[in-house]
C-alpha cells in the first residue's frame, strides 16, 4: 500500500492532513448543520436551553512533564474546548484505556492530578469507563473525555463568526506547552526551565465575555500551534487575516529551542492559550480585561482581518515582508496532547 492509503502520524497532528481527513471522510459520514460547525464543542439547544457538547483523546508522551501530567491535560483539555464557544463547564467522562502492568501508584497520581483540577475548576465527573488491554497493545495509558457546558442566551461565539475589522488578541506567549513536553523525551539533549502552559481557561473567558459580547470567535491552539487555528477559522468564516510577527509573545527559551530543533514557534501546540477575535470597538478594553487575569497577562493583539471571500493567513515578517502562513504539513510532534 502507498502511504496516501494508510493513516499516518500527521492525520492526528492538526494539519493539513487532519483538515482533509475531516473534510473528506468524516463531515461526508456523519453530515448534520451542527457538526458542520466545526467548533471545539458542538452548540445544541433542547427546551430552550442551549448546550456546549465536546470530546476529546489524550495520548501525551511522556505522562508526566513539567507543569502537568496527562491527567490534568484531559481535565483542562476538556475545560477549554468547552469554553471557545463561551460555555460554563458543568459535566464530564473520563474513559481510561490502560496497558496491562501499569503501576497502581502512577495511575493514582494522575487520578488525583485529575480530581485537583476538577475540584478547582467546579466541573464534575460523573461517568467514564475503564479498559484493560494487553501489554504492548498500547503506550502505558490513554484518556478518553466528554463534557458538556451551559451557553448564555446572549453569546454567539464559533469559528464561522470572525468579521472584517475584528482585531485577533492571544492570551499570552505560545509554544510553552509543546517545548515543556519535548524537554522531557528520551533523543531530544536540551534542558530547559520551561514549564507547560496547561491551565483552564474557562475563567479568562468569563472575565472576557464580561467585558464585551463582540467577541465572535474563541480557539484553543492546541495541536498544529497558531498557524493551525488560523487557518481554520480562516476556512470557516471565508475571511483573509494578517498577522504580525512581531507582536505574537514568544518566550526566549522558546525561541532557542524551536530554532535548535528545526520548529516554528507557530505550529508547536498550546494547552493554556486561546485565540479571540474581537470586534474592534471592544478589542482594547478587552485586552486589558484580560491582563488582569494570570492566564491573560502577556496578552497581546498580534493581527487583524482585512478581507472576505479569501480564506488565507498572511503574516507580516519581522523584515516586513508578507506571505503565506499554511497549515502545518506532516507531523512535526507526535504525541503531544
Do not use: W
Not at 94 to 119: D, P, Q, W, Y
Amino acid at each position: 500500500m502507498k502511504d496516501h492509503d494508510k493513516v499516518l502520524l500527521a492525520h492526528g497532528g492538526g494539519g493539513e492532513l487532519s483538515y482533509r481527513l475531516i473534510k473528506d471522510l468524516l463531515l461526508p459520514a456523519f453530515d448534520n448543520p451542527v457538526l458542520k460547525e466545526l467548533d471545539d464543542a458542538a452548540r445544541l439547544s433542547s427546551k430552550n436551553k442551549r448546550l456546549a457538547f465536546s470530546t476529546d483523546s489524550y495520548v501525551v508522551k511522556p505522562l508526566f512533564f513539567p507543569g502537568g501530567d496527562i491527567g490534568k491535560l484531559a481535565v483542562c483539555g476538556t475545560i477549554n474546548d468547552l469554553a471557545m464557544v463561551g460555555a460554563e463547564p458543568l459535566y464530564m467522562s473520563a474513559s481510561l484505556i490502560i496497558e496491562e502492568g501499569f503501576s497502581l501508584n502512577t495511575l493514582k497520581k494522575v487520578i488525583n492530578s485529575m480530581e485537583r483540577v476538577a475540584r478547582q475548576t467546579g466541573i464534575e465527573i460523573v461517568t467514564g469507563d475503564t479498559k484493560v488491554v494487553e501489554r504492548g497493545s498500547l503506550d502505558r495509558l490513554f484518556i478518553n473525555t466528554a463534557g458538556i457546558g451551559s451557553i448564555d442566551a446572549d453569546l454567539d461565539i464559533s469559528g464561522n463568526n470572525a468579521r472584517v475589522g475584528d482585531r485577533i488578541v492571544i492570551s499570552g506567549t505560545i509554544g510553552d506547552h509543546g517545548i515543556a513536553v519535548l524537554s522531557q523525551r528520551e533523543g531530544f539533549q536540551f534542558e530547559s526551565k520551561l514549564m507547560s502552559d496547561c491551565a483552564p481557561l474557562n475563567n479568562l473567558v468569563s472575565r472576557m465575555v464580561k467585558e464585551s459580547n463582540n467577541i465572535h470567535v474563541l480557539r484553543d491552539p492546541t495541536r498544529g500551534g497558531v498557524a493551525a487555528v488560523l487557518n481554520e477559522i480562516a476556512f470557516q468564516s471565508e475571511m483573509e487575516m494578517l498577522i504580525e510577527e512581531k507582536a505574537i509573545p514568544v518566550k526566549d527559551e522558546v525561541r532557542a529551542a524551536c530554532e535548535m530543533l528545526g520548529l516554528d514557534p507557530l505550529h508547536v501546540p498550546n494547552e493554556g492559550r486561546l485565540i479571540a477575535f474581537v470586534a474592534e470597538k471592544d478589542a482594547h478594553s478587552v485586552l486589558e480585561a484580560m491582563r488582569d487575569d494570570p492566564l491573560g497577562k502577556d496578552a497581546a493583539i498580534i493581527g487583524e482581518v482585512i478581507g472576505r471571500n479569501r480564506p488565507r493567513v498572511l503574516l507580516e515578517t519581522l523584515i516586513g515582508a508578507r506571505r503565506i502562513l499554511f497549515l502545518p504539513r506532516g507531523e512535526l510532534l507526535p504525541r503531544i496532547c
